[in-house]
């Protein structure tokens, strides 16, 4: 018997800030690691994270650092960088960029190409962020489809959503709902080859 849905409205505030955690392999095989992979981020800054992967509260330029995607970059040449604290802290790629967007959902938040089959994934969001997370605790223990074996880094995660700790950072976006308040989100992701 499914749970009945509240017959009163909400008379105190909540936060919300849901997100999707789908994972993407545009190579066509959980064997081939999506490091392979060409990404474009349209974030110039991003939220950085301390050794327990919570946010510190500040907003860091990515330029002249591994964060950088700003321009289209194979993940492989930095996704290892452990001399780089954040990919250190991440152990990869676990991270919160903050959209050049101004959250218009017809701008490319994030664009992901295979360059073994050509398919191209184009996020499109309405959010002000967007985690990035490359697999990094895949440890061939989770068995999918077909017997497949998910390793390291065998799916990549584009999670569109406010900042996380968003709530206990007030002058980050607030993801405060008000009663009588609609929570929307939106965001498209648009398959293509290339």
């Known amino acids: 018997m ?3 849905l509240p017959t009163r409205p909400r008379q105190k505030p909540t936060v919300v800030n849901m997100t999707n955690h789908s994972y993407f392999n545009l190579n066509g095989d959980p064997a081939v690691p999506v490091t392979n992979c060409l990404l474009r981020i349209n974030a110039a800054e991003f939220t950085p994270v ?4 919570m946010t510190t509260g500040e907003i860091l330029p990515v330029k002249d650092t591994p964060m950088d995607f700003t321009e289209a970059r ?8 452990v001399s780089y604290e954040q ?3 991440g152990n990869g790629y676990d991270h919160n960029w ?4 101004a959250r218009d959902i017809s701008v490319p938040a994030a664009v992901l190409t295979s360059p073994l089959t050509g398919i191209r994934l184009t996020v499109y969001t309405d959010e002000p962020g967007i985690q990035v997370y490359t697999g990094n605790f895949l440890d061939g223990t989770i068995t999918g489809k077909g017997g497949k074996v998910y390793a390291q ?5 584009l999670e569109t959503q406010h900042y996380p700790d968003s709530p206990n950072k007030p002058e980050w976006p607030s993801v405060l709902l008000s009663p009588g308040e609609t929570y929307t989100s939106n965001c ?4 293509d080859v290339e």
């Open 87 to 89: 990919i250190k802290n």
């Open 153 to 157: 880094r065998s799916g990549i995660c």
């Open 50 to 53: 301390d050794s327990t992967y």
């Open 98 to 101: 903050v959209l050049s967007t």
């Open 188 to 191: 498209i992701f648009k398959f």
């Open 2 to 4: 499914p749970w009945p």
């Open 74 to 81: 194979v993940i492989e040449t930095t996704v290892n960088e």
